[in-house]
């Protein structure tokens, strides 16, 4: 299918007009190289179209679409780690019968049944199960957390194994006596769904189901029925861990109301007393019957990887990564079924290339390396990224710092820029004098209570140790009205963010894409020539993996 995918690129290109194709460049700074707005939307248009099929990991999409990268690199005399531009990510894919879904509650006073994708999702916790189901009782475990440094429990004084929970989404809240509880109004990785069904795979719980709520959860139901409506992937379960919940799921708030109320518990007055410290669990004598039978096959995706030799340090490495995979072809919606992912994450990947493009074309090479990963599988669970961190290329301790993009700014210049990280480690010393020369006020993440930190391929490298950065584009649109960036930004949340309707236009422009990269550029060049070893702040859960690390160098 190679040849596909040079033949929709010829007649993208030869077809380019009007503003997203505007060739928009700008210089970094003396000696550095420039972006070209134009190859953005060029590399964007093509990972975008249908022809791609939504760039689905384990389908012919996803592999047109790492070729397609991979030539890419080829192109820009990019080197392949080992003679391979391909890192092979296996997988299991998993896929669940609908008719055999079945989830109902019964309690003293009465049973619910919701509807299958309408008011509940559910799958199994281990996709290596053919069939997983039972009656189990159903405990409420609130935020379903074990923090210990901040004296937290909500599984103190219960064994919860072999049953059924339900779990609030995001983190405990703060309050007016301890505002800086669980990071306050910004949610820790405690608040994250896979933490919750980690946490209950640790207890031995039979399944686990997150109570879904908008505006805490930060997306609406469509997202989740459209996420999990398909096939789902995971890495191949390691026998040395305690193996995943049962069952894993989510259900409308409605329908925790309605199921709480039949053993006579009110909803609202169980979330109030769940964060407080101190809560207990609560063995509702609710029954739930539930029943997921599914077949599963075996995957194979591959991140893409190139490498830029450093001069005179080739053995200490900067990673930069960035998702190209979607949701490939799903549930049909307003006549559509494939999930084109232009702005999540075709957008990123063609930034990312332009990047790669311009570090190699730069006359002085730096003296530290660079890893380029176009990472496969983040929409099921930053899987591309996992699978490079438990087996990478290059030594993690070796690794200097991880730089991620997800999602390019499609829609105009602005005065503002996000970089999640940036206050959690000594790399914010590197981004804050660039985003000053280049005019950018550096804001703190828009929408803190959302957890975007962990929400990318950034994250499991944080997690190892690497001190890590997203550079998301600003807000504050030049020329626009105040408030006009955040209106476009839960626009796109509420009617395309993992929808058929995320799809190329031509309305886009790329000006403000090239100020996001030219950033990233900055920082990472700086990097690659500076002799320092930044770390994780004293405060930051990641530090001691950090400094175990710097240590075994």
């Known amino acids: 299918m190679r040849w596909l995918y040079i033949f929709v690129g010829l007649i993208s290109i030869s077809a380019a007009c009007g503003p997203a194709s505007d060739s928009i460049t700008t210089m970094s700074g003396p000696g550095i190289p420039e972006l070209s707005g134009q190859r953005i939307a060029d590399h964007m248009r093509i ?99 074990v923090a210990p440094e901040n004296q937290w429990n909500d599984f103190q004084d219960i064994d919860v194994e072999g049953k059924y929970l339900l779990i609030l989404v995001n983190d405990p809240p703060a309050s007016i006596s301890e505002p800086d509880l669980f990071g306050g109004v910004a949610m820790t990785y405690y608040g994250r769904w896979t933490y919750k069904y980690e946490e209950a795979a640790r207890k031995g719980a039979l399944g686990a189901l997150i109570v879904h709520e908008t505006e805490p959860a930060g997306y609406p139901w469509s997202v989740v029925r459209g996420g999990w409506s398909g096939e789902q992937f995971a890495l191949p379960p390691d026998p040395s861990e305690r193996q995943p919940a049962g069952m894993v799921g989510w259900v409308s708030v409605e329908v925790a109301q309605s199921v709480l109320a039949t053993a006579g518990y009110d909803y609202d007055e169980l979330k109030t007393r769940a964060a407080i410290r101190g809560f207990t669990a609560v063995e509702t004598g609710i029954t739930v019957s539930a029943n997921v039978e599914s077949t599963s096959r075996e995957v194979e995706t591959r991140n893409v990887v190139a490498l830029l030799r450093g001069a005179t340090r080739p053995d200490e490495y900067l990673t930069v990564t960035s998702h190209y995979d979607h949701f490939g072809v799903g549930e049909t919606i307003n006549g559509d079924s494939i999930y084109n992912g232009a702005y999540d994450n075709a957008s990123g990947t063609a930034l990312l290339l332009e990047v790669a493009r311009a570090t190699s074309s730069k006359p002085i090479p730096s003296e530290r390396s660079v890893l380029f990963i176009a990472t496969a599988a983040e929409e099921q669970g930053l899987l591309g990224a996992e699978r490079y961190v438990r087996s990478p290329i290059y030594p993690l301790n070796q690794t200097v710092a991880e730089i991620n993009l997800d999602g390019a700014n499609l829609w105009g210049a602005t005065d503002d820029i996000i970089v999640h990280g940036e206050e959690r480690s000594g790399l914010g010393d590197y981004v804050r004098p660039h985003a000053a020369q280049l005019g950018l006020t550096l804001k703190p993440d828009a929408e803190p209570e959302k957890g975007f930190f962990f929400r990318s391929d950034h994250f499991p490298f944080a997690k190892a140790g690497i001190p890590s950065l997203w550079i998301e584009h600003g807000r504050d649109y030049r020329g626009r009205p105040e408030g006009w960036g955040d209106d476009l930004q839960a626009d796109y949340t509420a009617n395309r963010y993992h929808a058929p309707s995320d799809e190329f236009t031509e309305e886009f422009v790329f000006d403000g894409a090239v100020q996001q990269g030219t950033l990233m550029l900055r920082v990472l060049l700086e990097l690659a020539d500076d002799e320092t070893w930044p770390n994780w702040y004293a405060d930051q859960e990641f530090k001691a993996a950090r400094d175990a690390m710097l240590e075994n160098r």
């Open 47 to 145: 990972l975008a179209s249908d022809e791609f099929l939504g760039r689905g990991p384990g389908h012919p999409g996803g592999d047109l679409a790492s070729a397609y990268i991979a030539d890419r690199f080829a192109e820009y005399g990019l080197e392949a780690p080992g003679g391979s531009y391909f890192q092979e990510v296996p997988m299991v894919g998993t896929t669940t019968d609908p008719v055999t879904v079945r989830l109902s509650f019964s309690g003293t006073g009465g049973s619910v049944t919701p509807r299958y994708l309408d008011q509940f999702v559910l799958n199994a916790g281990d996709p290596t199960a053919d069939r997983i189901g039972g009656d189990a009782e159903l405990v409420f475990v609130g935020y379903g957390t």
